[in-house]
């Protein structure tokens, strides 16, 4: 059974960094991609950034896009966000996600969930 564990997230004041980790187990991924969403109370699910498994292809939202780098380890096994800079408005629980497309950013086509993992940024 595929499993996606987070973690990483916490409390950090604004201007601060985090680093979130993604842990897969269960199955050995050859393509498609991993993807970093997040969901801020009230709010819907967000893109916010993918990297293509074979570590060709990365994209970022606009909103985080100068300040979060997303990486995978060589092994295929685990996916990173580092988030740097943060603000309050990157509050929300985040998720991580394998995805059987390499270039999309639409949460439906994603196949593998995590549990999310909590980031508060305070100002």
């Known amino acids: 059974q595929v499993q996606l564990v987070e973690s990483g997230g916490g409390l950090v004041q604004a201007g601060g960094s985090l680093r979130l980790s993604c842990a897969v187990s269960g199955r050995t991924f050859s393509s498609g991609a991993m993807g970093w969403f997040r969901q801020a109370p009230g709010k819907g699910r967000e893109f916010v950034a993918r990297i293509t498994w074979s570590g060709s292809g990365t994209a970022y939202s606009d909103s985080v896009k100068g300040r979060f780098a997303i990486s995978r380890d060589s092994a295929k096994t685990a996916a990173y966000l580092q988030m740097n800079n943060l603000n309050a408005e990157d509050t929300a629980v985040y998720y991580c996600?394998?995805?059987?497309?390499?270039?999309?950013?639409?949460?439906?086509?994603?196949?593998?969930w995590g549990r999310g993992t909590q980031v508060t940024v305070s100002s």
């Open positions: 996600a394998h995805g059987r497309f390499a270039y999309t950013e639409n949460p439906a086509v994603y196949d593998y």
